[in-house]
């Protein structure tokens, strides 16, 4: 199998991917330690945080309307020949309400996230990088990653619960919408029976792990563009490198969280 | 005896096995404007990130105003650099903001006791120094490259900085737009009473501007003095550097 080239021309070995890989974890743990020690020094820069939550919500709002309303929609198509083969009909809301409260809308909807928001904050930040507006921002005696970074990862970990919450609420009318297209079911009767299978405490671990979420879309994100480097072709990479590290974390730190909340709840 | 504004001593700087800069020693007094010049790669930008913290030397020391560059925090030199400016080669302007807010950006930071009006006004009358008060609301994007130049001059000079630094003023520009921003740059320095070091390889901006000039070459210092001796040399390296030197305006 013939291996990318590095950018010297020299041919990259799986040794240079181990590295890579290696080098690109140590750099995140240094980078989220900094952000921990900078986000508690002054100024703290509210204004900018409600700025990047507001474009950051209306960015995305579009995409993740669709994508709960489709989600809804097929899980209940999906579920409904079967729940009437079991004779279980009756239970498709709770089982589509609790799918998706717990785990589906979570996490589908981090995925959409980091696909739109840590490739933009990615490709932003590594711009800046490359065209010296962070260091005229440093020489300028400002705090670049303070207003720069921390700014965006509280953003991300703020806004992403509250994106879940409205995507959780889409897909449960996208399932109202394919069981009526099949069979007759008052909405009053759907919404007693989402109600009853559904407990507040399903939200809580399914939209807990929604700020770990975007923690790490916004973290990922500004590490891969604050870095940035090598022009236009290094901004490319930031961005690109930013979605699949942050879909990758999420998946992995979704297996992570959901042992620990069936640690801490075990009757959920 | 002169006031020193900017000292380094045996500046030496590598990036791998590439040598940069090798005990690089220069003085600049108040009110005097140096030009750095090189050949492009020859270590001048670097020399610049030096002077004002952005890469670290590998050894050697800087004192800007007797703080010695490398024995301070990262507050106190922040508070060393609330008194310089520096313009970046590409004028390094926010993107993201208005002419108005790249250029109230550091006014609000560093200046909190400011109303807005007195910002309004700072930066108004700064755009008027670059002749450039209709470009207020555009954003960067819709600048040329002269203008982003004369804009990221305003946003350098707006808390008045004692201490200017140049990174390749005039470099990409027309011979005249490069006369302009050249004398713009010479008119603030007389009527602020900056200190200036300017990296560029334009003659046209180096003799408007120069008081005196160095020359890096092979990562040392080959020449210091006056422009006028430096053009005029008899070493043929510098002969031949500032024969391509064909337009004058």
């Given at each position: 199998m013939n291996l990318p080239r590095h950018r010297y021309g020299r041919r990259l070995t799986y040794g240079d991917y181990l590295y890579n890989f290696f080098a690109t974890l140590t750099g995140l743990t240094v980078f989220n330690l900094e952000f921990v020690k900078q986000a508690f020094i002054p100024p703290y820069e509210i204004a900018e945080?409600?700025?990047?939550?507001?474009?950051?919500?209306?960015?995305?709002?579009?995409?993740?309307?669709?994508?709960?309303?489709?989600?809804?929609?097929?899980?209940?198509?999906?579920?409904?020949?079967?729940?009437?083969?079991?004779?279980?009909?009756?239970?498709?809301?709770?089982?589509?309400?609790?799918?998706?409260?717990?785990?589906?809308?979570?996490?589908?909807?981090?995925?959409?996230?980091?696909?739109?928001?840590?490739?933009?904050?990615?490709?932003?930040?590594?711009?800046?990088?490359?065209?010296?507006?962070?260091?005229?921002?440093?020489?300028?005696?400002?705090?670049?990653?303070?207003?720069?970074?921390?700014?965006?990862?509280?953003?991300?970990?703020?806004?992403?619960?509250?994106?879940?919450?409205?995507?959780?609420?889409?897909?449960?009318?996208?399932?109202?919408?394919?069981?009526?297209?099949?069979?007759?079911?008052?909405?009053?009767?759907?919404?007693?029976?989402?109600?009853?299978?559904?407990?507040?405490?399903?939200?809580?671990?399914?939209?807990?792990?929604?700020f770990v979420f975007g923690y790490i879309v916004g973290l990922v994100g500004s590490y891969k563009g604050f870095t940035a480097e090598g022009g236009t072709e290094g901004v490319g990479r930031a961005s690109t490198t930013s979605v699949v590290l942050a879909s990758l974390l999420i998946l992995i730190f979704d297996s992570v969280l959901v042992k620990i909340s069936l640690w801490l709840w075990p009757t959920l | 005896m002169a006031d020193i504004i900017v000292k380094t001593e045996n500046l030496t700087k590598s990036f791998d096995e590439l040598l940069v800069l090798k005990n690089i020693s220069v003085q600049v007094e108040r009110a005097e404007n140096l030009i750095v010049f090189g050949k492009s790669g020859s270590g001048k930008s670097v020399l610049l990130?030096?002077?004002?913290?952005?890469?670290?030397?590998?050894?050697?020391?800087?004192?800007?105003?007797?703080?010695?560059?490398?024995?301070?925090?990262?507050?106190?030199?922040?508070?060393?650099?609330k008194d310089i400016g520096f313009l970046f080669q590409g004028a390094a302007l926010y993107d993201s903001m208005t002419v108005r807010e790249n250029l109230s950006f550091p006014l609000k930071r560093h200046f909190e006791e400011m109303t807005p009006k007195e910002i309004e006004d700072k930066v108004q009358y700064t755009l008027e120094l670059v002749s450039l008060e209709e470009a207020i609301d555009k954003m960067p994007s819709e600048l040329s490259g002269g203008m982003k130049k004369r804009i990221g001059l305003a946003r350098s000079i707006i808390?008045?900085?004692?201490?200017?630094?140049?990174?390749?003023?005039?470099?990409?520009?027309?011979?005249?737009?490069?006369?302009?921003?050249?004398?713009?740059?010479?008119?603030?320095?007389?009527?602020?009473?900056?200190?200036?070091?300017?990296?560029?390889?334009?003659?046209?901006?180096?003799?408007?501007?120069?008081?005196?000039?160095?020359f890096l070459r092979d990562a040392h210092v080959a020449f210091e003095g006056k422009i006028e001796e430096l053009t005029k040399s008899g070493d043929p390296f510098l002969k031949n550097f500032f024969s391509h030197e064909i337009v004058k305006v």
């Open positions: 945080v409600k700025k990047h939550m507001t474009e950051l919500g209306v960015k995305t709002l579009g995409i993740v309307s669709i994508t709960g309303f489709i989600i809804g929609l097929v899980l209940a198509m999906q579920s409904q020949p079967v729940m009437q083969r079991f004779g279980a009909s009756d239970f498709l809301p709770g089982m589509v309400s609790l799918s998706v409260v717990r785990e589906l809308g979570p996490v589908i909807t981090a995925l959409i996230f980091a696909g739109r928001v840590s490739s933009g904050i990615g490709a932003e930040l590594g711009s800046m990088r490359v065209t010296e507006q962070i260091d005229a921002m440093e020489v300028s005696a400002i705090n670049p990653f303070n207003y720069l970074v921390v700014t965006r990862v509280i953003a991300t970990t703020m806004i992403l619960p509250i994106l879940t919450v409205y995507v959780i609420m889409i897909a449960i009318i996208g399932s109202y919408l394919a069981i009526i297209i099949v069979e007759p079911m008052s909405f009053e009767y759907f919404r007693s029976s989402v109600v009853q299978s559904v407990e507040f405490g399903d939200f809580i671990p399914g939209v807990a792990k929604t | 990130k030096c002077i004002i913290g952005l890469m670290k030397p590998d050894s050697g020391n800087i004192y800007i105003n007797n703080n010695k560059i490398s024995d301070l925090s990262i507050k106190q030199l922040n508070t060393v650099r808390t008045d900085p004692a201490l200017m630094l140049y990174d390749e003023p005039t470099t990409g520009l027309d011979p005249i737009t490069t006369k302009e921003i050249s004398e713009l740059i010479l008119n603030l320095q007389k009527k602020f009473n900056m200190t200036s070091i300017v990296v560029t390889h334009d003659l046209i901006c180096a003799e408007i501007i120069a008081d005196r000039a160095i």
